[in-house]
């Protein structure tokens, strides 16, 4: 990978100061790196055994073999760039000010645990996907991609402007995080956020996997033909289903932006032959559904292996240098992301595939190896965790834990049995309704509320695991609905969140029926 940057005169990490209030007997500051990744889903890694058994993850099932696999991580709002900004802020949405993807810009000037780091003698760097808008702060290096960013061959931009890259992203990003590694103050324990743009929309594979499964069939999820009967409109008046929303570029019946020409000579020497088997099939109906969950799998998986590969050369670097038992490395997601459930791609929903995220720690010697949790975390917890493993006090306004006691094996009496929701963006991209909720480790109760909806739905994982069954008009559960609606009526006043959301927060586009300046009132 060759970059044109100023990068070499860059300094950047690495633990060996001795922090004041620390014991004196403990050894040096931890590094922390926290490797992220863009809509990776639970479903795609081996170490979390999805029954269809889509792909095999050698190297990011090491961190869960070594360290900790969390299965109940969910987020707060399954949108990437509100992700991102609770990651660093502790905040929920609409403290941290950043509700969606649509026209938010993150506020740079308040408090973020890379801050607080960096202030307390870490070094810090950014380095991969930031998707917050405003330029990153709290950071001694960072080299961002713009926006979204590109699979091949993509631009980025540092505090010295835009810089040219050659390859593949996922390889960008690797090879950048570890030149920033092998380059940092050896002097300072080090803070690096290595984050993936893969696999992201629209899931460009690397050349060299292109045909990694050999045209094999993967397994079709149980629901990839939900009809959604007896659910709210806002179920199935969605614009995210393999059914109707797949676009050329995501079938790669065209090709990827920015590509060079032999790259592009290979990406169609394999896309193209099975492109025009595909024409000539003239599929319709369920059978063009299940052609492109096939493609759809195979771009996907394809995006996620390439992300596997470069956790192991990260993972041999720090053994390499010595540097893995004082290091806590985190794996992790900004959601998850439906392959294929409900008929689905994308995220959003508060449905499990969407609301959980893959999270793996390894911490030698203060994290057991081969360790579960089972216990509901968030997002929302990784900058008091980060704080608290470098002996940090957390913002009084941060409103996650630290996961430092449940890495060590203790529960806390007073852990969260429930965890508040909040997805706002609406109507594009994809046409999901906002939607308000909360969650126990046995059921969701939703309010699905804008702009032509108002249906509250039930679910529940024990009887019903696919999230097919609205359980809400169930005289069974009268009691249960009850005890919920008290439950997110008491996590609205929790976390600060009584008052209706500013139109703001679900973007710049207009609802149905909402005036606007060539859109008088009443029209449709």
């Not at 990978?1 to 690495?14: F, G, P, R």
């Not at 950014?126 to 330029?135: F, P, Q, T, V």
């Not at 920015?258 to 000539?280: G, H, I, K, S, V």
Request: hydrophobic share 35%.
């Amino acid at each position: 990978m060759k970059q044109i940057t100023t990068y070499c005169a860059v300094a950047a990490i690495m633990a060996i100061v001795q922090p004041s209030g620390v014991d004196a007997q403990e050894a040096t500051r931890p590094n922390i790196l926290f490797i992220f990744c863009d809509d990776l889903t639970c479903q795609s890694l081996s170490c979390y055994g999805d029954n269809r058994h889509l792909l095999d993850t050698p190297n990011i099932d090491r961190i869960a073999r070594e360290g900790m696999q969390f299965d109940r991580c969910l987020v707060t709002n399954s949108i990437c760039g509100p992700s991102r900004a609770s990651i660093l802020t502790g905040k929920y949405s609409h403290l941290n000010g950043f509700y969606n993807n649509s026209n938010c810009r993150f506020d740079g000037d308040q408090v973020t645990f890379p801050k607080l780091l960096q202030k307390s003698g870490y070094a810090t760097a950014m380095i991969g996907k930031w998707h917050l808008g405003s330029d990153p702060t709290g950071f001694d290096y960072w080299n961002i991609l713009p926006g979204q960013g590109l699979y091949y061959n993509p631009p980025m931009i540092t505090k010295d402007g835009r810089v040219k890259s050659d390859g593949y992203v996922t390889d960008v990003v690797t090879d950048l995080s570890l030149d920033w590694l092998r380059n940092r103050d050896k002097s300072k324990p080090f803070l690096l956020m290595s984050q993936q743009k893969a696999p992201h929309r629209e899931w460009a594979p690397a050349l060299r996997h292109l045909g990694w499964n050999k045209d094999h069939q993967f397994a079709e999820p149980e629901t990839l033909f939900d009809d959604f009967t007896g659910r709210s409109l806002a179920i199935s008046d969605h614009d995210m289903g393999l059914d109707r929303t797949f676009a050329d570029l995501d079938a790669k019946l065209v090709p990827p932006s920015n590509m060079t020409e032999d790259q592009l000579t290979q990406w169609n020497a394999y896309y193209e032959p099975r492109n025009l088997a595909f024409r000539n099939a003239n599929l319709q109906g369920r059978d063009l559904v299940r052609w492109r969950y096939q493609r759809y799998m195979h771009d996907y998986l394809a995006c996620v292996k390439a992300v596997d590969e470069s956790v192991g050369r990260i993972l041999d670097f720090l053994d390499k240098e010595k540097l893995a038992d004082n290091t806590l490395l985190v794996f992790s997601s900004d959601q998850g992301f439906f392959l294929g459930e409900h008929g689905w791609f994308d995220k959003r929903w508060i449905l499990e595939e969407s609301l959980r995220s893959p999270l793996l720690a390894r911490w030698p010697g203060r994290i057991a190896a081969g360790a579960k949790n089972k216990n509901i975390v968030s997002l929302i917890d990784f900058a008091e965790t980060f704080l608290d493993v470098a002996g940090l006090q957390s913002d009084s306004e941060m409103q996650g834990r630290s996961l430092l006691p449940l890495c060590k094996g203790e529960t806390p009496s007073d852990w969260r049995k429930s965890l508040y929701y909040h997805y706002y963006e609406f109507p594009v991209p994809h046409r999901v309704r906002p939607h308000v909720g909360v969650i126990t480790d046995r059921y969701k109760l939703v309010h699905y509320y804008k702009p032509d909806v108002d249906d509250w739905e039930l679910l529940d994982r024990e009887k019903d695991p696919l999230e097919i069954r609205n359980f809400y008009a169930d005289p069974a559960y009268v009691d249960t609905v009850k005890e919920l609606h008290a439950e997110l009526d008491h996590l609205k006043i929790e976390v600060q969140e009584t008052a209706e959301p500013p139109r703001s927060a679900y973007g710049n586009a207009l609802f149905d029926g909402e005036p606007g300046p060539d859109k008088p009132k009443g029209r449709k």
